[in-house]
């Protein structure tokens, strides 16, 4: 069962989002050659919780982050850790604030100085995706409009998207209905109705989709070991359109 919010209901999952948006503008400040991942989720973890929030991901399920990183041929669910960055990495940090009992939940994957120019095409093709998914999160539209859309971004560029892992609802849970593949049919699907927030992630890779699991039993990666992306809105679908709860986009030190 899609869980739909009303008005406040979205107004509290943005001031979770608010929050959100501020520690993904602080991890870009701090993305540089020699941080290590622990260095990133030590600084998440003590704005997040300065702001009255906790991190959504820390513990979950045993999880013991407050972000996913995810260097290069890692997809999504990297453990921070000891890994410290090098030049020409890239690395996809994914956050979830919960505020007020709410959760916010978005990923940014970030440059380490110059990269290369596959690395350049798989980070502006996969956000330019997003943003064309967030165009489809209309009422009246089915929820294939969005997936479609991640799908023919991606693959028309000559890139794949990650078919066995897909975004989600969110609200009082980090997990709700409905699944959101990146690839689908555009008409099909559930309807698309005010006051569905959905979590909108297009996960690709400059290879092929498929995905092995890490010896961590939590890290995802590139079967064929390629540059993997990952970028994520938490949206809502509201009778004047979509919109974006997480707006790292925004503002003064816009991603």
């Not at 540089?32 to 260095?39: H, N, P």
Request: aromatic share 6%; glycine share 12%; net charge negative.
């Amino acid at each position: 069962m899609i869980v739909k919010k009303s008005p406040a209901e979205i107004e509290k999952m943005a001031a979770a989002g608010a929050i959100h948006a501020r520690t993904m503008k602080l991890v870009a400040g701090k993305i540089r050659e020699g941080v290590t991942t622990a260095d990133l989720d030590q600084a998440v973890e003590k704005y997040i919780r300065s702001q009255g929030a906790v991190p959504s991901f820390k513990g979950y399920r045993g999880f013991t982050g407050s972000i996913c990183a995810s260097p290069n041929a890692m997809v999504v669910h990297g453990i921070p850790g000891p890994y410290r960055l090098g030049r020409g990495d890239i690395i996809s940090i994914d956050i979830g604030v919960t505020y007020d009992g709410w959760v916010a939940d978005g990923a940014v994957t970030f440059p380490v100085g110059p990269v290369t120019p596959v690395a350049e095409k798989l980070l502006e093709v996969t956000r330019r995706s997003l943003f064309d998914a967030v165009e489809q999160c209309r009422p009246g539209n089915r929820l294939g409009d969005v997936s479609h859309a991640v799908q023919a971004t991606v693959e028309g560029e000559g890139l794949s998207v990650v078919r066995s892992l897909v975004g989600h609802g969110i609200g009082r849970d980090m997990h709700e209905e409905p699944q959101i593949p990146n690839y689908g049919d555009a008409g099909k699907g559930p309807l698309l109705e005010p006051g569905m927030v959905l979590a909108v992630e297009p996960m690709t890779t400059a290879g092929r989709h498929m995905v092995r699991m890490g010896d961590d039993g939590w890290s995802i990666y590139a079967q064929d070991g390629s540059l993997a992306a990952h970028f994520e809105f938490t949206i809502a679908v509201t009778a004047d359109g979509p919109r974006i709860l997480t707006p790292w986009h925004e503002g003064e030190g816009a991603l």
